[in-house]
């Protein structure tokens, strides 16, 4: 028997004056209720009802222990209805960890956008391009781009991250405007240096369903994306990037896009929940945000 049910029992029982009325209370019979009781009082060694045929008295232990059963069990019902409010409404803090380009150019609106409808959340976001693991870093959700491997998290598939190349105004103007992914063997490129010397950067370039791997090389390499788009704005080369990212410097004339009728190239994106975690309100809302931004 479970002893925080034998507890409510027994203080339905002596609540209502019977075993009669708590077993009608509870849905219970009457000799289970009895069981409850007893069960209490051959763990404590020690008698808590005075119980008749006529009548029931508690012991001075019993009325001690009466007490602070109805006091576990008002604070047991407390903590579940904080637990239940908390599961049906956004409150707590809320870890989130992404990509640093992602994160840096397209996340703030959809982070204040969302604290602004949930007052009861706090965030904490964490940029970084390196493997992190959900359930040892403690995020509650993770934006990650690529495959997704292994069943430990849940992955819920935004829009591709596609790719374009760019160059400012200045360079193409000196350098001329490729007309083929081949041509970028010529170009300074401003190349992204993955943290782990294993992933290598790859300029995969589709065109009528043909797909074409440039060729490239330049001055500049960097893991770090502010660095390049500067450089290129500067115009010291082609770069390319999220096309989330680009279409701002684009739409402002800083950049031109390079090969605009070839498909640069998409990796998947995802937002990634923990499959060991019951998801709260503030994980489902937030999810529910990154798919009405960019699913």
Partial sequence: MDRLTSMGVFVKAVDLGSFASAASATGLSAQMVAKHVARLEDRLGTTLLNRTTRRQNLTDVGRAYYER???ILAETEAADAIAQEMHRRPH?????SAPVSFGTRCLGPVMTAYLARHEGVETEVTLSDRYVDAMEDGFDVLIRIGAVNGTAL???PLRPYKMIACASPAYV?????PQAPSELAAHDCLDYAYWSPSVPCRWVFSRDGTSTEAKVSGRLRSNDWGTLLHAAREGFGIVLGPELVLADEISSGRLVRVLPHHEGPARPMNALTPANRRPTAKVRTFVDALVAAFG
Avoid at 92 to 96: A, Q, S
Avoid at 173 to 177: L, P, T, V, W
């Fill in 69 to 71: 059963c109805k006091h």
């Fill in 92 to 96: 707590g803090l809320l870890r989130i």
């Fill in 154 to 156: 849940i992955a819920t």
């Fill in 173 to 177: 103007e000196a350098r001329g405007m």
